[in-house]
């Protein structure tokens, strides 16, 4: 199996690994590990969408709003992006319409893939288990922030790259999923200390977000498997 990693959405053009293939579409902070958070608490299905523009519409059909820009919630919205404010409530049979800052862009650029699954800490292990059962090719897109590097989400595809050798036989395609394991290696031990200077926990952390910070960097918090199937994400069984 080969496993490439872009580090922005705007390298995915860029890969290597073309036709069949799944894609893995990490934002650890917050969008993915929201995600898996929402099907957690009970969530039916969630509708990523990448402007604001589309809201209403979805709401005069039902959906319940959960939104976010430059990591605040947006004002109409019923929800942010908060997956510790998902998990306290009960999302059992709703439908969610959503839209993030950099996530669910990052979610909607992959659309060529065979799967499209969100990846985060949150579900660690039970992606892992679905890339193997799956045997297909792995390019793993990390969100970043506004097309720029970030830590946090190439320490989770650095995760992702360590698990999957260590079951399988794997074959790094270029130098970044190599370098995201070597990143890992060095992180692991101690995750949240090693992120405490990134720039989307600082930014984060101006908004009071701790427990979103705390929570997106444990491991199988909610072992779920979103996938993005007729331009919806629910979960594979
Ligand atoms: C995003 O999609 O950019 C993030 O999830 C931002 C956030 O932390 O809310």
Request: hydrophobic fraction near 40%; glycine fraction near 6%; include cysteine.
């Amino acid at each position: 199996m080969k496993i490439e990693l872009s580090l922005t959405p705007a390298l995915y053009p860029f890969r290597t690994i073309l036709g069949q293939h799944t894609t893995v579409a990490i934002d650890v902070l917050r969008a993915t590990t929201a995600v898996c958070a929402a099907f957690q608490a009970g969530c039916q299905y969630v509708v990523p969408v990448a402007s604001l523009e589309e809201l209403p519409k979805y709401r005069s059909l039902g959906y319940t709003l959960a939104a976010e820009r430059n990591g605040q919630k947006v004002a109409d919205a019923d929800y942010g992006n908060s997956p510790t404010e998902y998990l306290k409530h009960n999302l059992e049979g709703t439908r969610l319409v959503y839209s993030t800052t950099n996530g669910t862009v990052t979610m909607l650029s992959a659309a060529d893939a065979k799967h499209l699954y969100c990846g985060a800490f949150a579900n660690l292990s039970a992606l892992v288990d679905r890339l193997i059962a799956d045997n297909d090719d792995v390019v793993l897109l990390c969100s970043g922030w506004k097309n720029d590097y970030c830590i946090e989400d190439t320490l989770l595809a650095g995760a992702i790259v360590e698990r999957m050798t260590e079951r399988t036989s794997v074959e790094c395609v270029g130098d970044a999923a190599a370098t995201a394991r070597m990143l890992w290696d060095m992180a692991k031990s101690d995750l949240s200390g090693f992120c405490c200077t990134a720039s989307h926990v600082h930014r984060l952390q101006k908004f009071g977000a701790y427990e979103d910070i705390d929570f997106a960097f444990r491991i199988d918090t909610c072992p779920v498997v979103p996938e993005l199937r007729d331009n919806r994400l629910s979960l594979v069984h």
